[in-house]
């Protein structure tokens, strides 16, 4: 039976520069929906586990330019969800069903058209938190990142930022399969210290590191192949210091300018002539862009096969409780977060 009330979590106020706060959102109690609100071809959701993604940040913003639309000022949050159908008026859908959104809402409970979900895939020895963690879509942009548009070779070297973070742990793993010296960089030892466990050669915290080119350089010394960048800003500058002929830098993500405060406060990067003498090639690309390309079966059959093997792991960093959504966003810009960063419901 569904409880009278359910927690919803909505964007109370657009964030369009700086860091969002707690009260950019409100955490409400909600009527839950009932069976006789549905309208034929809709389901109701109960969420399991909810996905907390760096992309949210822009989502806060109320931008109508980004390649993802806003949130919403006054409507729940959305992400990419597992969770499992309490009631159906779907013929395709029925009580029990396993389902994947990707724009799943923040609610404890919600009602949907039957086409913005799916199936989760019948896998076997897959928890229903594997879909929001080693097979989620941050696995896949390591996957395509590294695997695919990386064009890795076996003994060079790829540097990889915020190692230890839901892309990044799935990088270094990827990398060390295809034969690279992984070279791993996190912010704080203990996340360090699990990048190395992951099997990588060498890794630092940039926190304390120092000058970041020289500690590249001292990781590095026979100079960077490959640099997988989730951070932007003065690392991806330090990276570009060492790179080496024909240098592949694939933009993932720009995790350290997300939240200036203006266009002055973004960093310039200086060493963009590297890219010039170096011949190297900088790509930044959009996962959803991959979906439907056949790398995303080979991405499911290799990470699946090699998750049952018990050859990767993947770390979760799990919140309890919608109601701490928010906080799960603020922490993923504080570094709080130590591995993929999930809300059980
Ligand atoms: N291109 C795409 O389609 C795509 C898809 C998914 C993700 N991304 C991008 O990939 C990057 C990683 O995402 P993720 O989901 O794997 O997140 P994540 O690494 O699991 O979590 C974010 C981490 O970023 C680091 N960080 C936060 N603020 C930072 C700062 N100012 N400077 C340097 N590092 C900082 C923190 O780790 P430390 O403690 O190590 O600092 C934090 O734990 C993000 O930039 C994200 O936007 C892109």
């Not at 909810?50 to 330019?65: E, I, N, W």
């Not at 990707?102 to 879909?131: C, F, H, L, M």
């Not at 963690?133 to 003994?155: D, E, I, R």
């Not at 002539?273 to 959009?286: D, E, H, S």
């Amino acid at each position: 039976m569904s409880p009278s009330t359910i927690t919803r979590v909505a964007l109370s106020s657009y964030v369009p520069a700086g860091n969002a706060k707690l009260s950019d959102f409100a955490v409400e109690q909600v009527p839950a929906p009932t069976k006789d609100q549905l309208k034929e071809g809709q389901v109701i959701v109960k969420p399991l586990y909810f996905s907390v993604d760096p992309y949210q940040r822009g989502r806060l913003s109320g931008a109508t330019d980004s390649y993802v639309a806003s949130y919403v000022k006054g409507q729940p949050i959305t992400n990419f969800l597992v969770g499992a159908i309490a009631e159906s008026s779907s013929k395709d859908f029925k009580q029990g069903d396993l389902v994947l959104a990707s724009n799943g809402s923040w609610e404890t409970e919600y009602i949907t058209d039957a086409s913005a979900i799916s199936k989760a895939p019948v896998q076997q020895r897959v928890d229903p938190k594997d879909y929001v963690g080693v097979l989620s879509m941050p696995s896949f942009t390591a996957y395509v990142g590294a695997a695919v548009l990386a064009k890795p070779k076996a003994g060079e070297t790829i540097l990889v930022s915020s190692a230890s973070g839901a892309v990044g742990q799935m990088v270094v793993q990827l990398a060390k399969a295809r034969g690279l010296r992984v070279v791993g960089v996190a912010g704080s030892d203990e996340k360090v210290e699990y990048v190395k466990s992951l099997g990588a050669d060498a890794a630092f915290n940039y926190k304390t590191c120092g000058d970041f080119t020289k500690a590249i350089r001292g990781a590095a010394p026979e100079g960077i192949d490959i640099y997988f960048d989730n951070v932007g800003g003065e690392f991806l500058d330090a990276a570009l210091a060492n790179i080496n002929t024909h240098a592949r830098i694939i933009i993932c993500g720009a995790i350290s300018q997300y939240n200036a405060s203006s266009p002055d406060e973004l960093y310039g990067v200086k060493n963009l002539t590297k890219v010039l003498v170096k011949k190297a090639t900088i790509q930044g690309f959009i996962i959803t862009d991959y979906y439907s390309t056949p790398h995303f079966g080979e991405f499911t059959k290799e990470v699946s096969s090699l998750y049952h093997e018990g050859k990767i792991k993947y770390r979760l960093s799990e919140t309890q409780g919608l109601e701490n959504g928010p906080q799960a966003i603020l922490d993923l810009f504080a570094g709080k977060n130590f591995g993929k960063s999930i809300i059980k419901a």
